[in-house]
């Protein structure tokens, strides 16, 4: 337990280091996060891959899967997923923000440790369904906090101050029409991911007694994924930007926030 604790900090300090010296670097457009503070959210990642795999799974042929484990797998894989991408396009002011998240979400199972949800002996389809789910989650996440520095870049667009120096993390962002494409990229795929989840329930229900195949989560997952669906076909014939697209997108996200997290925050805390 003492070796979990000491992991737990460990990953809070290197994300903490990592994301503050990202959002607090940027003085001037173009500049991008030093190298270095990759490596740290890399090791980051590290520690929190130690102590998460051990709430997961805490026994042998046995998977935990409550709120705080599934909020801290999303972070988990939000941030991983994100230093392989800041490697090769600008999403540093993103990685920035999600690895100040990820450093109070390392410690989401110790918070709120139900010990619900506990499976023994999970098909792998049952498996591969929880690991899509998350993923996607973790792609939503990534879509949330960019439709949020697209939300800004817009206010200062329509406030009349692009001519003006920008500073901060705005001042690590692409253009505006960039910055949509990338929301779009996230948006893509999490719709992809929506759908692998989906279909690998549909498949597990089939193996796993009592379970249901229509049930609240599945319901509220088809209705976001098809929202998703109409803003990406939107996008694409109807040619919805900005205000409108955003619109829609914050529909889709408060459809699938309900569809699990919300469900389990009432049931494994409340």
Same mark, same amino acid.
């Given at each position: 337990?003492?070796?979990?604790?000491?992991?737990?900090?460990?990953?809070?300090?290197?994300?903490?280091?990592?994301?503050?010296?990202?959002?607090?670097?940027?003085?001037?457009?173009?500049?991008?996060?030093?190298?270095?503070?990759?490596?740290?959210?890399?090791?980051?990642?590290?520690a929190?891959?130690?102590?998460?795999?051990?709430?997961?799974?805490?026994?042998?042929?046995?998977?935990?899967?409550?709120?705080?484990?599934?909020?801290?797998?999303?972070?988990?894989?939000?941030? #991983? @997923?994100?230093?392989?991408?800041?490697?090769?396009?600008?999403?540093? $002011? +993103?990685?920035?923000?999600?690895? !100040? =998240? &990820? *450093?109070?979400?390392?410690?989401?199972p110790?918070?709120?440790?139900?010990?619900?949800?506990?499976?023994?002996?999970?098909?792998?389809?049952?498996?591969?369904?929880?690991?899509?789910?998350?993923?996607?989650?973790?792609?939503?996440?990534?879509?949330?906090?960019?439709?949020? #520095? @697209?939300?800004?870049?817009?206010?200062?667009?329509?406030?009349?101050? $692009? +001519?003006?120096?920008?500073?901060? !993390? =705005? &001042? *690590?962002?692409?253009?505006?029409?960039?910055?949509?494409?990338?929301?779009?990229?996230?948006?893509?795929?999490?719709?992809?991911?929506?759908?692998l989840?989906?279909?690998?329930?549909?498949?597990?229900?089939?193996?796993?007694?009592?379970?249901?195949?229509?049930?609240?989560?599945?319901?509220?997952?088809?209705?976001?994924?098809?929202?998703?669906?109409?803003l +990406?076909?939107?996008?694409?014939?109807?040619?919805?930007?900005?205000?409108?697209?955003?619109?829609?997108?914050?529909?889709a996200?408060?459809c699938?926030?309900?569809?699990?997290?919300?469900?389990?925050?009432?049931?494994?805390?409340?």
């Open positions: 337990m003492e070796l979990n604790l000491l992991f737990y900090g460990v990953a809070t300090i290197l994300y903490l280091v990592a994301g503050l010296k990202i959002v607090t670097g940027f003085k001037k457009p173009g500049d991008v996060a030093p190298l270095w503070t990759l490596g740290v959210a890399g090791l980051a990642i590290v929190h891959f130690w102590v998460l795999q051990g709430a997961a799974f805490p026994a042998k042929a046995t998977l935990a899967m409550d709120f705080g484990i599934a909020f801290s797998a999303m972070c988990f894989f939000a941030v #991983l @997923m994100l230093i392989y991408g800041a490697l090769y396009t600008q999403v540093h $002011a +993103l990685l920035g923000i999600v690895a !100040l =998240v &990820a *450093a109070a979400g390392v410690w989401a110790v918070i709120f440790p139900t010990g619900h949800s506990l499976l023994v002996g999970a098909p792998l389809s049952f498996k591969l369904h929880i690991a899509m789910g998350l993923v996607a989650y973790a792609f939503m996440m990534m879509a949330i906090v960019q439709a949020l #520095l @697209m939300g800004a870049l817009d206010r200062r667009l329509h406030n009349h101050q $692009a +001519l003006s120096e920008p500073a901060g !993390l =705005v &001042a *690590a962002m692409p253009d505006l029409m960039s910055t949509e494409r990338m929301l779009f990229r996230f948006v893509f795929a999490c719709f992809v991911f929506l759908l989840t989906i279909a690998g329930g549909m498949l597990s229900s089939t193996q796993i007694a009592d379970a249901e195949l229509f049930g609240h989560k599945t319901v509220m997952t088809m209705t976001s994924c098809a929202i998703f669906g109409i +990406l076909l939107g996008r694409r014939f109807c040619g919805w930007r900005s205000r409108q697209a955003l619109l829609v997108f914050w529909l996200v408060v699938q926030v309900i569809a699990y997290f919300a469900y389990r925050f009432v049931l494994d805390v409340l």
